[in-house]
């Protein structure tokens, strides 16, 4: 469908519309509280239902993307998203607005699965996922500076997801419909234009890190959440920011992330996984706990700024690693709905740790899960070779580096992988038993000696 070079853009599209109801959670939490009848756990309890809704798509349509292609629950999920976030804009009773926003995180959800499965199966999926990140950061940078200056109505930015989802809709008529369309995916065994197995019969594979990974993710993301939730509280209520103000640093934040992820895509695989997202995640639990205990407009800011350039890095290294273990994508929408199921518990969580213990120990509390999580996460990343290739790491059975082999040998600079790479998976390959040798069924080897007949000439 695409070049093996190209950005898939209606993808990228797909990923913004799906990604950006998480991104606008703190001014979307907010709103909801200043302009509704509604306590800041109960704002919360929304925002979480909403992320909620769009968690519940990604588990149920995981394993059907494949069957159903793309361009059908694209259609019908910005549909659900411009429905319901646009309903939920354009009323003021409580109810409709829980409802709506319910109606259009499914949506979203369904955007954001799609998504995920076709990158999943693009040559390069840490490219795509890179622009994808790099678009939503943008597009929500410049919500936040826009949406301060039009009224404080709860509904601003749930019309700015609405709108989006519109304006994407167009694009999906360049997507794949059906099992026509499936994805050819780099090992899939399904070329284009043929139907494969359907993914439901087709075992999952890598497993425990697959699980391992979903697990640790949820969390992640909780704990990410549970912050960027209650961001523009802490930033009006304990850091003494203006609304313009905080609108100022989280689109000044959002920009820093959109640093973040170009230097990420610069430097794709060269330092494989695990190092990105180890200490990556060490970073961000370092800077919630300084945005979380900010009592001055300055360190504010650089909590937030520093937290937002490392957190959509460590991001997209997760999406290419929940991506390389399954090329079917079934990991990475099972890993990004984990994800989402974590971002939809994290309003109120952020909300009841704030309420109850206040916001630095809140981000005491955070900062040391996200500290405990960054070990199984580095193993999974290790495990399922996010190493890269150091000078004598490639190496026969016997010990002797490949790189010293071909230098004895003159073996060709094409046949030995690059210092830098990621080690290539070894792929198992089933042949059937050999026959076993039944005597007398091979001669010995040489010219075979003719039997000698009458009047042959042999003596």
């Not at 409709?96 to 955007?111: D, L």
């Amino acid at each position: 469908m695409f070049a093996p070079r190209s950005i898939p853009w209606p993808l990228v599209a797909l990923f913004t519309a799906g990604y950006l109801p998480p991104y606008l959670l703190p001014t979307t939490v907010g709103r909801l509280d200043t302009s509704l009848p509604l306590s800041t756990t109960q704002a919360g309890a929304v925002g979480s239902a909403l992320l909620l809704s769009s968690a519940t798509a990604g588990f149920l349509l995981a394993s059907r993307i494949q069957r159903l292609g793309a361009r059908t629950p694209a259609r019908f999920g910005l549909a659900l998203a411009v429905l319901g976030y646009g309903a939920a804009a354009l009323t003021t009773a409580v109810p409709a607005v829980v409802a709506g926003a319910v109606v259009g995180g499914f949506g979203s959800g369904t955007a954001m699965t799609v998504a995920a499965a076709r990158i999943a199966a693009e040559r390069d999926p840490h490219r795509a996922s890179t622009a994808g990140l790099l678009s939503v950061s943008a597009l929500a940078g410049a919500v936040y500076l826009t949406v301060p200056h039009l009224g404080r109505a709860h509904g601003l930015p749930l019309a700015a997801i609405a709108l989006t989802a519109l304006a994407v809709w167009p694009l999906t008529g360049r997507l794949p419909g059906g099992t026509a369309g499936s994805p050819a995916g780099h090992g899939t065994g399904v070329p284009d234009g043929r139907t494969g197995p359907d993914d439901t019969t087709v075992p999952l594979p890598h497993r425990r890190s697959g699980l391992v990974l979903a697990v640790t993710v949820l969390c992640w993301s909780l704990a990410q959440n549970s912050l960027w939730g209650v961001s523009g509280r802490i930033g009006l209520t304990q850091a003494g920011l203006g609304d313009a103000a905080l609108g100022a640093v989280f689109a000044v934040a959002l920009g820093a992330g959109l640093v973040g992820v170009l230097v990420a895509g610069a430097l794709g695989p060269r330092l494989g996984r695990a190092m990105p997202v180890g200490a990556g995640t060490v970073l961000i639990a370092g800077c919630i706990a300084v945005s979380a205990s900010a009592t001055t407009p300055a360190a504010f800011a650089t909590g937030e700024i520093a937290w937002n350039t490392v957190y959509p890095v460590v991001l997209s290294y997760l999406i290419g690693l929940a991506a390389s273990l399954d090329p079917r994508g079934r990991w990475a929408v099972l890993v990004g709905s984990a994800s989402s199921l974590g971002t939809s518990a994290g309003p109120l969580t952020g909300s009841v740790l704030s309420a109850q213990a206040g916001y630095p120990v809140m981000g005491l509390v955070l900062g040391a899960g996200l500290l405990l999580l960054a070990a199984p996460m580095t193993a999974v990343a290790l495990h399922t070779g996010g190493r890269p290739l150091l000078p004598g790491a490639i190496r026969r059975r016997g010990g002797t580096p490949a790189a010293l082999v071909a230098a004895a040998t003159g073996t060709p600079s094409g046949a030995v992988p690059e210092v830098g790479a990621v080690e290539q998976p070894v792929v198992e390959i089933d042949v059937e038993a050999p026959a076993v040798a039944v005597q007398g069924a091979y001669g010995t080897a040489g010219p075979r000696q003719a039997a000698a007949t009458p009047g042959s000439g042999t003596g």
